[in-house]
């Protein structure tokens, strides 16, 4: 069935509650694990029931923020989120007294058993008005972005259709098109910054009430984080500080002299090649074309997967007005299909959404048969292993996308993958700071974003531009806003990412394997049990970043001495 057949319709609260509390007696109650296990799956339908719902709502209303009718369906989920978490919240505590634990987690994973122990723990009816009011500040924040329109060159654009003049080899388009994006925001600083403070002033109330010191505490917990903690993160942070920043450096020194500018500026940084970026060699249509031919031949299970994608038209990839900035990849459970969301741009950047979402998506293709929508995804830094490895595991075909500008690409492309890497601390640290200081003021938490830019990042130069000096960069990164603490998870798979490139060249069959393998487990380990699945070493260990940093510096001369 096509995406656009799929029905909507909003359910009603009360006649849920009802159903969804007899059952949940009914779990209490069984005489036998058999008995239980048959309850537990009835209300997993319910369950899945509310989450297609939800899912479908939130998708439609992404494709199109002016949608009358889904802006009212997501204020009804905003409202009612809370509410249905209350009631999983009650599935939890019966799973969690159950007499049949064992029953349980061989039916469904300790994992699975651990997550429900984290939902319980960052979740009371104390805070229900407080998730609302969370919901209302993320959704008003996704319409304040969504809502820009912006007139350049006789044109009314969005923030994601000013991007590819923001890549421009002229270096006039460059800057008027990035004054034109972030002046956007200095425009707005004011509900920026609102927006933000109310949301962290929320999100500590509601640790308060949990009876936790701070957000940071809740934050792991919400994310699902079994185990490492927050002292094992700022090792990461100190050899991404160590070993990364340097050579990112060395990268941005490079890249002005290619470029001719005697001092990169953040109006040069995304520009690699002074006669312009690699190019896909075709539109979104030929992107998909030529995406059908790599997904075929890199294994059957791709082949099945792009199809299946294709055939129920499971992808929204164009930018139009009206629709949410970003992308994403989600999951529609009683449908078992993943979904792909993006802004196609012109750009080499369509090509990581085609490989790093369809990485998400593949996953969730993989393990669709898992029951439990906690463990359908694994946890979010599992999940952007799948995503990140995608995009280098799809290396050998990039030449059918940019033809002659293949190696231009690899060379960005991984360029760009290893100086993501002191950006992502940043956005960690940040939020680590903020949250540990939640009565902040909005000027010095930008003040705080800027000295840590200084720190992770000493190579940018905002040449004076006010709104960014001021350290309101931070306003375009959605997760800060949305999924607080969600970003280290990508640092986290990067570096698993830059194990699977390092192993391709030395047997690429293994590699599959070991990529399907963690692609089928789902939701149903750990992110450190999943590291082991793939044969990868932990980002915690000890010289596992020193470990890559050769490889990157081989791959990153190969692909520049072929441009």
Not at 235 to 255: A, G, H, S, T, W
Not at 296 to 319: A, C, I, P, R, V
Not at 382 to 411: A, G, R, V
Request: proline content about 2%; charged content about 30%.
């Amino acid at each position: 069935m096509k995406f656009r057949d799929y029905k909507y319709e909003r359910p009603n609260y009360d006649k849920v509650k009802q159903l969804f509390l007899g059952l949940v007696e009914k779990i209490n109650n069984a005489f036998t694990y058999e008995e239980q296990y048959k309850y537990i799956m009835e209300l997993n339908d319910i369950r899945k029931q509310i989450e297609t719902m939800s899912s479908i709502a939130s998708i439609r209303n992404s494709i199109n923020t002016a949608d009358e009718f889904y802006e009212k369906e997501i204020d009804y989920w905003d409202e009612h989120g809370p509410l249905y978490t209350e009631l999983n919240a009650d599935f939890y505590k019966a799973l969690i007294n159950s007499k049949y634990k064992k029953g349980i987690i061989n039916d469904f994973s300790e994992q699975f058993y651990k997550i429900c122990e984290c939902s319980l723990k960052s979740f009371s009816s104390e805070i229900i008005g407080d998730l609302q009011e969370e919901n209302k500040l993320m959704s008003k924040y996704t319409k304040l972005l969504a809502s820009a329109k912006i007139n350049f060159k006789n044109e009314e654009l969005n923030l994601s259709g000013l991007y590819k003049y923001m890549l421009s080899n002229n270096r006039v388009e460059r800057e008027e098109s990035s004054k034109a994006y972030y002046n956007y925001f200095e425009q707005h600083e004011d509900e920026f910054d609102t927006i933000y403070d109310e949301l962290v002033k929320i999100r500590h109330n509601m640790a308060k009430k949990l009876g936790f010191d701070s957000f940071v505490e809740l934050g792991y917990i919400r994310m699902q984080r079994t185990d490492y903690n927050p002292e094992m993160v700022v090792n990461i942070r100190k050899q991404v500080l160590e070993y990364i920043v340097p050579l990112c450096n060395k990268l941005y020194e490079i890249q002005a002299k290619r470029i001719n500018v005697e001092k990169l500026t953040y109006i040069d940084e995304n520009l690699e090649f002074l006669d312009g970026n690699a190019e896909i060699k075709g539109d979104s249509k030929y992107i998909i074309e030529n995406g059908i031919k790599m997904y075929g031949e890199l294994s059957k299970e791709t082949k099945e997967f792009f199809d299946f994608m294709l055939e129920n038209e499971l992808m929204d990839l164009e930018t139009k007005h009206n629709k949410s900035a970003g992308g994403y990849c989600t999951y529609i459970p009683e449908y078992k299909a993943p979904f792909i969301f993006s802004n196609f741009n012109g750009t080499s950047e369509d090509m990581d959404v085609l490989t790093h979402e369809a990485g998400h998506a593949f996953q969730l293709f993989m393990s669709r048969d898992i029951e439990m929508q906690e463990i359908n995804f694994p946890t979010l830094d599992s999940c952007e292993i799948h995503s990140m490895s995608m995009e280098f595991i799809t290396y050998p075909w990039m030449e059918i996308f940019f033809k002659e500008d293949t190696n231009k690409y690899k060379f960005a492309h991984l360029c760009s993958a290893i100086k993501f890497l002191p950006y992502g601390v940043v956005v960690d640290e940040f939020q680590h700071i903020i949250y540990e200081n939640p009565s902040m003021s909005k000027d010095e938490r930008k003040r705080i974003w800027r000295d840590l830019e200084k720190k992770y990042l000493p190579h940018r130069d905002y040449e004076g531009n006010e709104i960014l000096e001021k350290g309101c960069w931070y306003f375009k990164q959605g997760h800060i806003f949305k999924d607080p603490f969600y970003y280290i998870d990508y640092v986290l798979a990067e570096i698993c990412a830059f194990q699977f490139l390092k192993k391709m060249d030395e047997n690429r069959e293994k590699i599959w394997k070991d990529y399907l393998s963690i692609c089928k487990v789902g939701g149903t380990q750990s992110f450190l049990e999943i590291v082991k699945s793939g044969n990868l070493i932990s980002p915690f260990e000890e010289g596992c970043i020193q470990s890559i940093i050769k490889n990157l510096e081989t791959n990153v001369d190969k692909y520049e001495e072929n441009l």
